[in-house]
């Protein structure tokens, strides 16, 4: 489906969000594509009993580890990248075996009833089915009773997932957001740092869970900081990104809204011009942000990337250890002890040094938040383990034991 149909996918994501053609196949299809080409060549090997060590008590036994499939799951989706957070849970979980209800989510309307009408052809709709809906289909779906529940989207839902799991007792995977910090040491080098960081903090409009969500750096290096994300954006976008092609929009009038709220009150250092029409919002870096500033106190999702200002290394680690445990965290800097203080001291759901998002592309590493940025983990095996029971298993036989007692006269001689 994913080869067969990439320009139908394509075209949903342009209606639904303006993605380029260029983003689509690189940002959720190509990892798509690899995944199901893992679970296929690697799940006779996932799939194997697991053995483990033995005690002295079961040397002559089997001991292992069976995964087991769970039963019927349930994976709800969210909007900015529809494609990938909907199938990419999916693939591990019919992998472990699993029957499965997928809820794709209902702002990235074009791809939701796309995946719903294309989905049936490829996989046995019995055990595959796609429901569509909002809240309400979202609540009554959550009344029922699944074996698991693999949720990804915002943090107060979140918890209204986890409140109905915790009715059947059934266990959770919630992939949720937050503020990911992006630290820039004094000494390294700006244009490659600013280079990366503004592709990953305004690809798909700054909607990205894992986006940068603002910068930390000493006062010494904030013009320039300002001035690579500049002639970077200009490389990539040109002089006017609502015209650009490569630049997508924000998914609904009330994000937008709400995006445009938190630069109430600040002056833009770049971008700041807004088109509601279109729900456009240019590439905005807001300077010497304070850490009590609206923009500071919740995850922005959005292309606005306020740089607030540290005084030192040890500053920027209190700053973010002192905030909930982020899904990511980014350090560049050419300081080995700078880079091994930042990984021992802080802690994220994940990280990446010298660059940003790009743990999320390896299906080696577990995918997942900590705290308030989510609980589970998942791509390649992670999500095969993730919708699999691990089943002990102790198989012993029934010699080697020193019996003084007469046999009864039933027993078999
Ligand atoms: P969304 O609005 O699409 O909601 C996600 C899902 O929840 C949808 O399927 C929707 O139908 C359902 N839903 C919404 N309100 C509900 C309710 N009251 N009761 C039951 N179900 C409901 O997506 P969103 O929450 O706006 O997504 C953005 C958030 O998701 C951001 O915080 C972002 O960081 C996070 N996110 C995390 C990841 C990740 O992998 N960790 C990936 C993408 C997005």
Redesign the pocket.
Known sequence: MITDRQGEIATALKQDINRSQYDTPLLELIGLENEISLAVSKLAQWDAPRPVEKSLLTISDQVYIQPEPLGVVLI???????WA?TLQPLVGAIAAGNAAVV??????EYSASLLKALLPRYLDQELYPVVC???S???EL?RQRFDHIF???????GK??ME?AARHLTPVT?????KSPCYIDKDVDLRVACRRITWGKFVNCG????APDYILCEPSIQNRVVEGIRQTLLEFYGPDPKSSPDYGRI?NQR?FNRVMALLDGYTAALGGQSDSSQRYIAPTVVKDVPPYARLMQE?I?GPLLPIVTISDVDDAIHFISEREKP?AIYVFSSNKKVIKRMLAETTS?GVTVNDVMMHYTLNSLP???VGQ??TGRYHGKHTFDQFSHHRACLVKSLGMERVNMPRPAWSVQ
């Open positions: 709800i989706g969210a909007w900015n990248y529809p957070l809820k794709p989510s209902e702002l990235s809906g909002g809240v289909e979202t609540q959550l949720y990804t989207g915002n943090s107060t839902v209204l997932v109905a919630l992939e949720l957001g937050g909607q990205t869970c894992i998914i994000h995850e999702f899904l759901g995918f997942g938040g940025s989510g």
